[in-house]
């Protein structure tokens, strides 16, 4: 399949790529890896007029540790987050979630803000963003302006990103404290998008849980930020799995389609989050 007609444009910095967006507003997509708008395009799902192409902005490629958190650029390539020690020492759950990313050849092209701006709810990186309470940062004419995960997923493959805003970097909270981590997700086949993922951090004493934030994967339109965590506190083992599962379950009303139906996704959730939470308390 091939795309509509289109133009090319090439981005030689953030500020030009920011004019160039204010300029031609929704008549023009910012090309990054390309592993998920050339697919929509050549599907006819997207049909920018214009393509501007930012795969030459360096400014937008780097791992950085700032302010208690993992600061990445959305130009970085996804295999270099699993690459970087830094990255694997101060956000375990995002080291754990980026090998399911595809395959290694979707890594080697795929970037960080690509995967985030794309907004697919079964997607890796989203459901952890959501999970780590993290951010974005979108750049305009007007400014900076950080957005928070929870916010800034609006729906199925939508964000809160206005037509002349480059998402400029993202932001991964590190781990703090007695804090456990694990990403679980099932595919039919590797490399697939998940029929459901879950991705928690859980806050224990000698593995009593005392806090947990769990974010669920292709189960809505949206990654799902589990309700009710609180009720978690105080609770351990077998007892805390299985009100974890209860309240996922409670959060989310999936559909049938034709890789599996609602209830096989509830039961399927279900029972990732009990595996999930009990790795993370370290069972």
């Not at 004019?19 to 708008?37: P, R, T, V």
Request: charged share 25%.
């Amino acid at each position: 399949m091939k795309p509509p007609p289109f133009r090319y444009e090439r981005a030689e910095t953030a500020a030009g790529a920011v004019e160039f967006l204010a300029e031609h507003g929704d008549e023009a997509k910012a090309l990054a890896g390309g592993q998920s708008l050339i697919a929509l395009m050549n599907m006819r799902i997207a049909r920018p007029e214009v393509l501007l192409d930012i795969g030459p902005l360096d400014e937008l490629r780097f791992i950085e540790k700032r302010n208690g958190a993992i600061e990445v650029g959305a130009m970085t390539a996804q295999v270099e987050l699993e690459e970087n020690g830094d990255v694997a020492a101060a956000c375990p759950l995002l080291a754990e979630a980026i090998p399911h990313v595809g395959h290694s050849a979707i890594r080697n092209r795929g970037t960080v803000g690509g995967s985030i701006a794309h907004a697919d709810p079964a997607a890796e990186l989203p459901v952890v963003l959501v999970a780590l309470g993290g951010s974005v940062t979108l750049s305009s004419k007007g400014g900076d302006r950080s957005v928070g995960a929870e916010e800034f997923f609006k729906g199925f493959l939508a964000t809160v990103t206005e037509p002349d805003e480059l998402l400029r970097s993202v932001s991964f909270p590190s781990a703090e404290g007695n804090t456990g981590f694990a990403f679980e997700e099932f595919s039919r086949r590797l490399g697939d998008f998940a029929l459901s993922s879950v991705a928690c951090a859980v806050e224990h004493d000698g593995g009593t849980i005392t806090g947990a934030r769990i974010a669920l994967g292709g189960v809505a339109g949206t990654p799902v930020l589990v309700d009710g965590t609180a009720d978690l506190a105080g609770l351990s083992g077998e007892e805390a799995g299985a009100k974890a599962a209860d309240l996922a379950d409670a959060s989310i009303q999936p559909t049938s389609d034709i890789h599996g139906s609602a209830e096989y996704r509830r039961h399927l959730t279900r029972e990732l989050v009990k595996r999930a939470l009990n790795r993370a308390l370290g069972g």
